[in-house]
């Protein structure tokens, strides 16, 4: 029986709108384990985080999340994308928040 590991599927700094940091491939079927997010900057400021699945958005992280200077925030529940599926970001500050997401894809 072989064993799959996690892996880097992206990374990345947010923008100041919301864009997919992740996109699940064709023909593919994705593992999120974990996210990632750092603030790079000296000042608090707010990001939001959503899983979009058939075109809906939900909230992974609350709306707005008041994010504190030079911390890390990693997501505690894993997410299955089917292909199509994202995972989208934003921040106030753009290239404020790094993110790096990893997971198994299943092809």
């Known amino acids: 029986m072989s064993r799959e590991?996690?892996?880097?599927?992206?990374?990345?700094?947010?923008t100041n709108y919301r864009a997919a940091i992740y996109i699940c491939p064709e023909r593919t079927r994705t593992v999120i384990k974990v996210i990632t997010l750092v603030n790079l900057t000296e000042q608090q400021i707010t990001l939001n985080l959503n899983l979009n699945t058939s075109g809906t958005p939900r909230r992974i992280l609350s709306k707005d999340l008041w994010f504190k200077p030079h911390h890390l925030i990693e997501t505690d529940v894993e997410y299955s994308l089917e292909p199509g599926d994202l995972i989208e970001g934003e921040a106030a500050t753009g290239d404020a928040v790094e993110y790096t997401i990893s997971g198994i894809e299943h092809r």
């Open 5 to 14: 590991f996690a892996r880097v599927l992206g990374d990345g700094r947010l």
